[in-house]
C-alpha cells in the first residue's frame, strides 16, 4: 500500500508536465516547420511573365524550362505596351521586350524587393545569352520610406495580430452580450484602420489613398470575427488554433517578406485562403495598381467575417437551446458517476465571475448563467440576502453575492470543473454544496436553511 502511494504522483506530474507543454511545443513545431520551409531558400514557382512577340516567348519558355523547371509561366503578349499593362494589371509578375538591341524588363517593386532583384537577376543573364544589356524599368515603384517594398507587411501584422488578440480578451467579457462584443471589435477595427493609416501615410511608409482604411477595417475585423467565433467551439485548444492561423501560418505565406509566386506550391495554396495575405494583396492593389487585382482578396476577407458570423450564431442557437432543455426539464440532478475536471490552458485569461440579475422565469437574455439557484428557510419561504460564496477546489473565493427578494441567485464566467458553493444567513445554519461546472451546462444549487437556537451576528459573516 505505501509503494503504490509513493508511485502515485508519477502520472499526475507527467499530467501537469504535459498539459504545460503541449501549447509550447505545438508553437515550437509550427514556427520550424512553416517559416522555415517557406522562407529559408525562395525560388520562382509558376512565376507569370508577359513576353513581347510570341517567337521570343517560345524561345524564353524553352531556355527557362530548362534552368528553372516550374519555375515560370511564360505568355505571349503582342507588343511592348501590353507586356507593361500586363504588369500594371497584376496579370504578370513582369513583361519582357526581347527583340531589338535594348531588351526590357518591366517589374513592379511594390511585389516586393526581393522579388525584382530575382526577376532581374534571371532576365539579365536571357539579356547576356544574346549579347544585349538589359533595361529595367519600375512600373509601381513604392512611397519614398518603403525602400524595400515590404511595409505594408508590418502594417497588416499590426492591423491583424491585435485583432486575434482582442478575440482572447474578450473572452473574459462575461457580462457583454454578443451584440455589445461585435460592436467592441467594429470600433476598434475601425479605430486601428484609422490610426494605421494616419500614421503609415504622415511618416512616408504608404502612399495616401483613403481606401487602405477600408481593407484594414476589414483585415482586423476578418481576424477578430473569425477567431472569436472559433474560440467558442475550440476552447483550451484556441490558443493553439488561433495562433497556428493568424501568425505562424499567416506570416511565412503573406507575401510580405518573400513575394508569394517564390513560396513552395504548398505555401502558396495557404497565401491563397489567409486573411493577412489577402489584405496585403487588396493593399497593394489600391496603393500601387490603381485599383486592379482588389475584388479577389476583399471577397475572401468578407468570408472570413462572414464564417466567424456563422460560428457566433451557431453558438448562441446552441446554447438557447440548451437553456430551453434545462428550463423545460426543471432542476436536474448531478451525474451520479465522477467526471474529470477540464484541463486550464495558461494561455487562455479565465474569465472574471460575475453575479447576474436574476429574473424570473431565467430569462437572462444572451447572458448565459452557469449557476443558479434558489434559497428559502424551513418553512419554503425565500430568504432575501442571504450570502452566496463561490469557491474552488483550493478553498479561494471566487465571487459573493446576496440573493434577491425571491430568494434568487445567478452567477457566470466560473471556471469549468468543480466548485463549492456555501450559503450563509443571520440565524441560520450554514451550508456547502459541491457542484461540477459543464462546458454549455447550467448548474443549479438550491438550498434549504434551518434557524439555530443561537442567533448570529449579522457582521460574522
Known sequence: MAEQTER???????????EALWFPVILFLGFLFCFAPALHAPQPHHVKVAVADPAVAR????????????????????????????????????????????PVLYVAKANGMSFEQTLRTVFTKVAVRSHHRLTVEDVAPTASKDLLG??????????SVPGYILATTLLRAVTFTRRRKLLTIVGAAALFSVAGYLIGTHLGYLPADRSAMAIAFLLTMAVATSASGLALFTRQFFPAVGMGLFIVLSIPTSGGAVAAPMLPTFFQHVHAVMPLSNALDALRGVLYFDGAGVFKPVLVLCAWIAAGSVLLGLDAWLRNRRAAGLSADGDQEEADEVEEPPVDDPALEMPIPTALPVHRHHHFGELVPMLVGTIHDSELRPVRGAAVLVMDTAGRQLLRTTTDAHG??????????YISVVVLSAGRNPMVHQRLLR??????????????????PRHAY
Do not use: C, M, N
Request: no cysteine; hydrophobic share 40%.
Open 8 to 18: 502515485s504522483p508519477g502520472p499526475a506530474s507527467a499530467r501537469v508536465l504535459a
Open 59 to 102: 524561345r524564353i519558355d524553352s531556355e527557362l524550362r530548362r534552368q528553372y523547371p516550374g519555375g515560370f509561366d511564360i505568355t505571349a503578349v503582342t507588343d511592348e505596351r501590353a507586356a507593361r499593362q500586363a504588369v500594371l494589371d497584376r496579370h504578370a509578375a513582369a513583361g519582357f521586350v526581347g527583340h531589338g538591341r535594348h
Open 150 to 159: 515590404s511595409t505594408l507587411l508590418y502594417f497588416g501584422i499590426a492591423w
Open 408 to 417: 434568487e441567485y445567478a452567477v457566470t464566467g466560473l471556471p469549468e470543473g
Open 439 to 456: 462546458p454549455g451546462a447550467i448548474a443549479r444549487a438550491d438550498f434549504a436553511l434551518h434557524g439555530r437556537h443561537a442567533k448570529v
